[in-house]
């Protein structure tokens, strides 16, 4: 069947005689995409994560606002101790009054209720020594009002502390989210001063040119920023989660600078072989563009697979991803053909002198070593094949011990008032009282059966002990409904947490309820905790065989082989798996953890086996395309297997060794940050690309493909009616 192709080639030489029209669009669109960014996006993102198949956590947030009419309640602490004093002294006490008339004085704009031990005498208020007592507050507004206001809050906490000499912290929602964007933003920064100058480094030693080495940042930076724009727009309509920046970032400096490392590379080849600025352009185009093209579309489906979690978090990493790795492809296939036109034979400029004539007198011997390393393995290609298998295979069993949650507060530097906060709440009374569970029962609550059925409910509570002190009840008939509000011992994701929430719904809600008639949804923050658990857990499977199946399907169609796509996907299993493994043994166990600078945690971040899954098999496929790419090249022309797979790992294994360390580069600055979440995400992409790019693609690669022999491009007769994408063609 004749090839069916977007003709790369074509586009990049019309790009390519036009640059300067083609650069001017760019340009236009990244002035407009910085103006856009600026004004939009700090209103398109959020720090809550919503679900979009409303499970009952959900609905009870649902049912509180509109038939109660309250939004959902944004509490925080405020947590009063001395050394020196207790509360039954006068000098305790005038410090929280003159604290309360502070605090009261923000106005009912800021803070919509709150409570001392002096008004209440409860002495569920008050530490066991008496040197400590907590002030629950009520912030008034959204989440994202809240956030902005929690500011002046801690402002005038502050101010109490120094004045008084008493230790005065808050620590709640709105505190601790305000913290965790903090925290972001600084490892954001830390990752790209670290990650980006590495990449340079890298991308010197690989073209030995500083003008070639910068050209895939400076792309790299147009479409981190254009995704930015899109993102932001978006968010107009769909509230995005905030870790939807460093998603963007990240993977524009991953993907950016691999995909104009491609093309580059084979530019600067046909330069060298004596094509003219135009010819070089189109058959670069015609090339290493129609593998980034495919590489590109590989990484997107993948991604798809998040998209179908229902789950804000998920549906913004998987969005913000895609947008910046499309516009990452669409800028190699446009604007690196104008801005090489411009530069010709000059991106060879600037040259680091020790590196380019270390280069150049030893091109011969890299491409020898790399065809030595494919001739090695393919004498020997079972030995190869066994080994690989069993050093990837081992930290893939551990996979099978995985703990997935969420770390939550925890997890932030102790240097963090929030944090500081939340420490004293656990120790001394429970951070729970920040996140309560919240049981709506929606049935007549003039009924003496159904509130009989509430006060029974209210004992089982009082018997576990997790439940901390005693639950309220807030009736509403004209809303024909009652909430009971029950603060939980520890954090909301904790195991201990989420266990009481599960209790409640299986055990507690349906023995006190049994033959009433009445609807009962148990919800509050601890319950959106273990709903998001449960959704992770039941959606991973689903997005394992989606993102499989579609990546089989996408390279049978790029390769016009069964075979290929089925040892990509069996490949791609073994370096993911390893890297699942690594993290739990690194995090989980700890080992090497204090090595590399990382917190030994209880579990694995819940979105993080979903996420690592979809980018790794979309990732790792840059590396099969462009490899199996230039292979099918030499394949198509000389049908020779071996000496193709030779040719193949020659000429890209420099390149694709060089992409791989600057991945791991842009993954490592990630990793270096302060949060654990970035930590996990980081590590398990570094190590599986690492893992990917070497003994993958140098070892069973060629080991398989030797074994297999011409078998590699079978495709069965009654699917030869696919179309040809051309990967390989001339």
């Given at each position: 069947?004749?090839?069916?192709?977007?003709?790369t080639?074509?586009?990049?030489?019309?790009?390519?005689?036009?640059?300067?029209?083609?650069i001017?669009?760019?340009?236009?669109?990244?002035?407009?995409?910085?103006?856009?960014?600026?004004?939009?996006l700090?209103?398109?993102?959020?720090?809550?994560?919503?679900?979009?198949?409303?499970?009952?956590?959900?609905?009870?947030?649902?049912?509180?606002?509109?038939?109660?009419?309250?939004?959902?309640?944004?509490?925080?602490?405020?947590?009063?101790?001395?050394?020196?004093?207790?509360?039954?002294?006068?000098?305790?006490?005038n410090?929280?009054?003159?604290?309360?008339?502070?605090i009261?004085?923000?106005?009912?704009g800021?803070?919509?209720?709150?409570i001392?031990?002096?008004?209440?005498?409860?002495?569920?208020?008050?530490?066991?020594?008496?040197?400590t007592t907590?002030?629950?507050?009520?912030?008034s507004?959204?989440?994202?009002?809240?956030?902005?206001?929690?500011t002046?809050?801690?402002?005038?906490?502050?101010?109490?502390?120094?004045?008084?000499?008493?230790?005065?912290?808050?620590?709640?929602?709105?505190?601790?989210n305000?913290?965790?964007n903090?925290?972001?933003?600084?490892?954001?920064?830390?990752?790209?001063?670290?990650?980006i100058?590495?990449?340079?480094?890298?991308l010197v030693?690989?073209f030995?040119?500083l003008?070639?080495?910068?050209l895939?940042?400076?792309l790299?930076?147009?479409?981190?920023?254009?995704?930015?724009?899109?993102?932001?727009?978006?968010?107009?309509?769909?509230e995005?989660?905030?870790?939807?920046?460093?998603?963007?970032?990240?993977?524009?400096?991953?993907?950016?600078?691999?995909?104009?490392?491609?093309?580059?590379?084979?530019?600067?080849e046909?330069?060298s072989?004596?094509?003219?600025?135009?010819?070089?352009?189109?058959?670069?185009?015609?090339?290493?563009?129609?593998?980034v093209?495919f590489?590109g579309?590989?990484?997107?489906?993948?991604?798809?697979?998040?998209?179908?979690?229902?789950?804000?978090?998920?549906?913004?990493?998987?969005a913000?991803a895609?947008?910046?790795?499309?516009?990452?492809?669409?800028?190699?296939l446009?604007?690196?053909?104008?801005?090489?036109s411009?530069?010709?034979?000059?991106?060879?400029?600037l040259k680091i002198?020790?590196?380019?004539?270390?280069?150049?007198?030893?091109?011969a011997?890299?491409?020898s070593?790399?065809?030595t390393?494919?001739?090695?393995?393919?004498?020997?290609?079972?030995?190869s094949?066994?080994?690989?298998?069993?050093?990837?295979?081992v930290?893939?069993?551990f996979?099978?011990?995985?703990?997935?949650?969420?770390?939550?507060?925890?997890?932030?530097?102790?240097?963090?008032?929030?944090?500081?906060?939340?420490?004293?709440?656990?120790?001394?009374?429970?951070?729970?009282?920040?996140?309560?569970?919240?049981?709506a029962?929606?049935?007549?609550?003039n009924l003496?059966?159904?509130?009989?059925?509430?006060?029974?409910?209210e004992?089982?509570?009082?018997?576990?002990?997790?439940f901390?002190?005693?639950?309220?009840?807030?009736?509403?008939?004209?809303?024909?409904?009652?909430?009971?509000?029950?603060p939980?011992?520890?954090?909301?994701?904790?195991?201990?947490?989420?266990?009481?929430?599960?209790?409640?719904?299986?055990?507690?809600?349906?023995?006190?309820?049994r033959?009433?008639?009445?609807?009962?949804?148990v919800?509050?923050?601890?319950?959106m905790?273990?709903?998001?658990f449960?959704?992770?857990?039941?959606?991973?499977?689903?997005?394992?065989a989606?993102?499989?199946?579609?990546?089989f399907?996408?390279?049978?169609l790029?390769?016009?082989?069964?075979?290929?796509?089925?040892?990509?996907?069996?490949?791609?299993?073994?370096?993911?798996?390893?890297?699942?493994g690594?993290?739990?043994?690194?995090?989980?166990?700890?080992?090497?953890?204090?090595?590399?600078g990382?917190?030994?945690?209880?579990?694995?971040?819940?979105?993080?086996?979903?996420?690592?899954?979809?980018v790794?098999?979309g990732?790792?496929?840059?590396?099969?395309?462009?490899?199996?790419?230039r292979?099918?090249?030499?394949?198509?022309?000389?049908?020779d297997?071996?000496?193709?797979?030779?040719?193949?790992l020659?000429?890209?294994?420099?390149?694709i060794?060089g992409?791989?360390?600057?991945?791991v580069?842009?993954?490592?600055g990630?990793?270096?940050?302060?949060?654990?979440?970035?930590q996990?995400?980081?590590?398990?992409?570094?190590?599986?690309?690492?893992?990917?790019?070497?003994?993958?693609?140098?070892?069973?690669?060629p080991a398989a493909?030797?074994?297999?022999?011409?078998?590699?491009?079978?495709?069965?007769?009654?699917?030869?009616?696919?179309?040809?994408?051309?990967?390989g063609?001339?």
């Amino acid at each position: 069947m004749s090839a069916i192709r977007f003709s790369t080639g074509r586009l990049a030489a019309g790009c390519g005689r036009r640059p300067r029209l083609a650069i001017g669009l760019w340009l236009a669109i990244a002035a407009i995409s910085l103006l856009v960014v600026s004004r939009l996006l700090s209103g398109a993102l959020t720090n809550e994560f919503s679900f979009t198949n409303n499970p009952d956590s959900q609905q009870v947030k649902n049912l509180l606002s509109r038939r109660l009419h309250q939004p959902e309640k944004i509490d925080e602490v405020v947590i009063v101790s001395s050394k020196q004093y207790t509360v039954d002294q006068p000098q305790f006490f005038n410090v929280v009054k003159k604290l309360g008339g502070d605090i009261i004085g923000l106005g009912p704009g800021l803070i919509s209720g709150g409570i001392s031990y002096y008004q209440t005498h409860n002495q569920s208020m008050v530490s066991a020594d008496r040197h400590t007592t907590i002030i629950p507050l009520v912030m008034s507004g959204t989440l994202s009002e809240a956030e902005k206001n929690v500011t002046k809050l801690q402002t005038v906490l502050s101010q109490n502390s120094r004045a008084s000499g008493f230790r005065i912290l808050t620590t709640g929602t709105a505190s601790s989210n305000n913290d965790f964007n903090h925290v972001s933003e600084t490892d954001l920064q830390k990752a790209e001063l670290i990650g980006i100058p590495i990449a340079l480094v890298i991308l010197v030693f690989v073209f030995g040119t500083l003008v070639a080495a910068s050209l895939p940042l400076i792309l790299a930076g147009f479409s981190i920023v254009i995704a930015l724009c899109i993102t932001a727009l978006v968010g107009q309509l769909i509230e995005m989660s905030f870790f939807v920046e460093n998603m963007i970032t990240m993977m524009g400096l991953a993907v950016g600078i691999d995909y104009s490392l491609f093309v580059i590379s084979r530019y600067r080849e046909e330069l060298s072989r004596g094509s003219d600025r135009l010819q070089a352009i189109r058959k670069a185009g015609d090339t290493a563009s129609r593998a980034v093209l495919f590489s590109g579309m590989t990484v997107i489906l993948a991604l798809v697979g998040m998209l179908i979690i229902p789950l804000n978090i998920f549906y913004s990493l998987a969005a913000g991803a895609m947008f910046v790795v499309a516009v990452s492809v669409l800028a190699a296939l446009t604007l690196l053909p104008a801005v090489l036109s411009l530069l010709g034979p000059r991106i060879n400029s600037l040259k680091i002198p020790l590196i380019h004539r270390y280069q150049a007198g030893n091109e011969a011997e890299q491409g020898s070593f790399w065809n030595t390393v494919a001739h090695t393995v393919m004498r020997r290609p079972v030995i190869s094949l066994l080994a690989v298998i069993i050093i990837l295979g081992v930290p893939a069993v551990f996979y099978f011990q995985i703990k997935t949650g969420a770390n939550g507060i925890a997890v932030l530097p102790d240097s963090y008032t929030s944090k500081q906060g939340y420490q004293v709440l656990t120790s001394e009374f429970s951070f729970g009282l920040t996140s309560p569970a919240e049981v709506a029962v929606l049935g007549n609550v003039n009924l003496p059966a159904v509130m009989g059925s509430v006060s029974k409910l209210e004992q089982e509570v009082k018997k576990d002990k997790v439940f901390y002190g005693t639950p309220s009840v807030t009736k509403d008939p004209a809303a024909n409904m009652t909430l009971v509000t029950m603060p939980v011992s520890g954090a909301p994701e904790s195991a201990e947490a989420t266990g009481a929430i599960r209790r409640l719904r299986e055990q507690y809600v349906p023995q006190a309820f049994r033959g009433v008639n009445a609807r009962v949804l148990v919800g509050g923050i601890p319950a959106m905790e273990l709903d998001y658990f449960n959704i992770t857990n039941q959606y991973r499977p689903i997005v394992f065989a989606f993102v499989l199946g579609l990546s089989f399907l996408l390279l049978m169609l790029v390769f016009h082989s069964v075979v290929v796509p089925l040892k990509a996907v069996f490949m791609n299993l073994l370096s993911v798996g390893a890297a699942y493994g690594l993290i739990v043994i690194v995090f989980q166990k700890g080992v090497g953890a204090g090595l590399f600078g990382f917190r030994q945690v209880s579990s694995v971040e819940a979105w993080v086996p979903l996420f690592l899954f979809s980018v790794l098999f979309g990732l790792s496929m840059d590396y099969h395309v462009f490899l199996l790419g230039r292979i099918k090249e030499h394949y198509n022309r000389t049908g020779d297997n071996s000496a193709s797979v030779a040719i193949g790992l020659r000429f890209t294994g420099r390149i694709i060794t060089g992409a791989a360390l600057i991945m791991v580069a842009v993954f490592s600055g990630f990793a270096s940050g302060q949060l654990v979440m970035f930590q996990q995400m980081g590590f398990g992409l570094g190590v599986a690309i690492l893992l990917d790019a070497t003994l993958v693609r140098s070892i069973l690669v060629p080991a398989a493909m030797k074994l297999l022999g011409d078998r590699n491009w079978y495709l069965p007769r009654w699917l030869r009616w696919m179309p040809d994408f051309g990967i390989g063609s001339e």
